[in-house]
């Protein structure tokens, strides 16, 4: 089961998406794809510092958000989230806030995380991480 990061959303909207992106995305039941509330913000907040916000909106409402599950970064996530940002911190290896958001609801849901941006995210210890986006 997957949980996708903001840069796998994005993706999936811009006009010629990689077609391997495409083809895994198609080749996992509705059922296992997953993001987050905290992607879902950021998602929005690109479509209005864009300069076609209305379009970028209608087209997650119309295209994303109904076919996919949309995970709360709840009081389980936030626990995680405080344990880890400590931890990262401690070690000298901090991560941003939103992307250590999006981790801490994978980790706490046991699903691997679906991003462009691995080199980050391998900073989390346990995080299970696949590139799509290659």
Request: net charge positive.
């Amino acid at each position: 089961m997957y949980l996708f990061d903001t840069d796998t959303i994005s993706h999936l909207l811009i006009k010629n998406p990689p077609s391997g992106l495409i083809k895994k995305v198609a080749a996992v039941p509705p059922d296992q794809q997953f993001t987050s509330t905290i992607t879902v913000g950021e998602m929005i907040y690109g479509a209005y510092r864009s300069t076609r916000p209305d379009f970028f909106l209608e087209k997650l409402d119309r295209l994303v958000w109904p076919n996919i599950t949309i995970l709360p970064f709840d009081e389980a996530a936030a626990r995680a989230y405080g344990q880890l940002r400590a931890r990262l911190e401690r070690a000298g290896t901090p991560v941003s806030e939103p992307d250590l958001r999006i981790a801490s609801v994978a980790l706490i849901r046991q699903l691997t995380l679906v991003t462009g941006n691995t080199r980050h995210f391998s900073r989390i210890p346990g995080l299970s991480i696949e590139n799509w986006l290659r």
